[in-house]
Nanobody, 120 residues
Framework: QVQLMESGGGLVQPGGSLRLSCAGA????????MAWYRQTPGKQREHVAS???????NYADSVKGRATISRDNIKVTVYLQMNSLKPEDTALYYC??????????????WGQGTQVTVSS
């Protein structure tokens, strides 16, 4: 059973930092492209950052220079370090995994999300 468990969200002041974690289980993490998305009420879920199995990263323009995505294949965890947080970073942050299943089917799974609130 595929599991993605996010953690690390919370309340932080503007200018502060957070590190989000997403622990995976039940799928070939080493060969999965992992990503972080975020969503606020009434808006579409938006891509924040992603990292390929080979370590190639991609960031949304809104977080470039402030966010770093990384992965630890031994701990089966993907991280999102967010610095210089702004109130507009407030959202529910989701972890996503894309990979090929054992029989070659493209598979996509989402975590339940972790809330990040940036406020003074």
């Amino acid at each position: 059973q595929v599991q993605l468990m996010e953690s690390g969200g919370g309340l932080v002041q503007p200018g502060g930092s957070l590190r989000l974690s997403c622990a995976g289980a039940g799928f070939p993490f080493v060969s999965a492209t992992m990503a972080w998305y975020r969503q606020t009420p009434g808006k579409q879920r938006e891509h924040v950052a992603s990292i390929t199995p080979g370590g190639i990263t991609n960031y949304a323009d809104s977080v470039k220079g402030r966010a770093t995505i990384s992965r630890d294949n031994i701990k089966v965890t993907v991280y999102l370090q967010m610095n210089s947080l702004k109130p507009e970073d407030t959202a529910l942050y989701y972890c996503k995994a894309n990979f090929l299943s054992t029989w070659g089917a493209a598979s996509e799974y989402w975590g339940q999300g972790t809330q990040v609130t940036v406020s003074s």
